[in-house]
């Protein structure tokens, strides 16, 4: 059974760091594109960043460029999700989504969603202003 499971989530203040990862099990995907999506309280989930499956190139939502980066080790099979600069608006439940088929890019990532792949369970961010 396919599973991804994120973790790093939890309570920190405003300017602080967090680091997510996203570890897949049940097979690898070291050959898909993935993405981060955030889930905000009260509000629908939205797109983050997305990297493509060599990890060579990678998309961001404007509101977090310069702020946080993705990045994969195929090698371990983990996708990470480093945040800097946290502010209270990035309080929010995190999502990693592995793409529904091989060798996608970065690009439009947020759209092919609704063809498939997975998600993982989510993990909690809070920043404390």
């Known amino acids: 059974q396919v599973q991804l499971v994120e973790s790093g989530g939890g309570l920190v203040q405003a300017g602080g760091s967090l680091r997510l990862s996203c570890a897949p099990s049940?097979?690898?995907?070291?050959?898909?594109?993935m993405g981060w999506f955030r889930q905000p309280p009260g509000k629908e989930r939205e797109f983050i960043a997305s990297?493509?499956?060599?990890?060579?190139?990678?998309s961001y939502v404007d509101s977090v460029k310069g702020r946080f980066t993705i990045s994969r080790d195929n090698a371990k099979d983990m996708v990470y999700l480093q945040m800097n600069s946290l502010k209270p608006e990035d309080t929010a439940v995190y999502y990693c989504?592995?793409?529904?088929?091989?060798?996608?890019?970065?690009?439009?990532?947020?759209?092919?969603?609704?063809?498939?792949?997975?998600w993982g369970q989510g993990t909690r961010v809070t920043v404390s202003s």
């Open positions: 049940g097979r690898t995907f070291s050959r898909y594109a």
């Open positions: 989504h592995v793409d529904y088929s091989p060798y996608g890019g970065s690009a439009n990532y947020a759209f092919r969603v609704g063809s498939g792949g997975y």
């Open positions: 990297i493509n499956w060599s990890g060579e190139d990678t």
